[in-house]
């Protein structure tokens, strides 16, 4: 990947960030007070911030360092309502943008909060270390907190110890490496549109993004989304 399509796959990522965690804005005043609480912990990303942080492209990647996190809008689909963070590791490796999505939900049932997660990747790279987790196609797989070896829970960062103590005894036993469900995606861009479509569906998703220039993107787009 030359410099300049780093740059442009870096610009419009942060793009689409910054998209996904203005759509919460707009309707903050309706979220569930008790969720409030828990979602609105979280720091609010800063689009310009994150591309100006790596345009350099000298950070490598590295999945447990550097997050961003983006607050989405909550998902009415169906009950519960489901409160999305999702937490973008970014950095460069092997000469590429590289990316990972990792996506909790939080949800209230009753008088209790829960969370449930998932990490969206591109495929694994020829340069990767080889072994039973490797994977050769973009994939999305179960997880119980933000990184591989954290707390189980998913937890404000920095991290709230009274919140990993409260979450860690309702986590779930998850294999983390399998099932590695296949996405149709190929670029770290198509990477956050399919988080998107996940929780909002192909039309919720292109309105979401419909500041965004996505005309270079449109096929994969399609793909992900389905056609409008």
Known sequence: MSDSDYQKQLKICSQIALAWASSAAEERHNWDTRLTSVVGAFPAIDGDSLYQAYRNHKADFDEEAHPYLVVGKPVRVDSPTLYPVAMLCVGRKSGSLRLSVRVAVF????????????????ADQAGDEAGPRWTGTSHV???????????PGFHTIP?????????AERAQHVNEARP??????????GLM????GSLYGGGATRDILSGVALTNLRSEVDQILGNP
């Open 107 to 122: 949800y209230s049932v009753g008088e209790d909060t829960h969370s449930s997660g998932w990490r969206l990747e591109l």
């Open 141 to 151: 797989q179960r997880i119980t907190s933000w990184t591989k070896n954290g707390a």
């Open 159 to 167: 991290r709230d110890e009274a919140q990993i103590a409260d979450t």
């Open 180 to 189: 590695a469900f296949s996405i149709p995606v190929s670029t770290p861009s």
């Open 193 to 196: 549109i399919a988080a998107m």
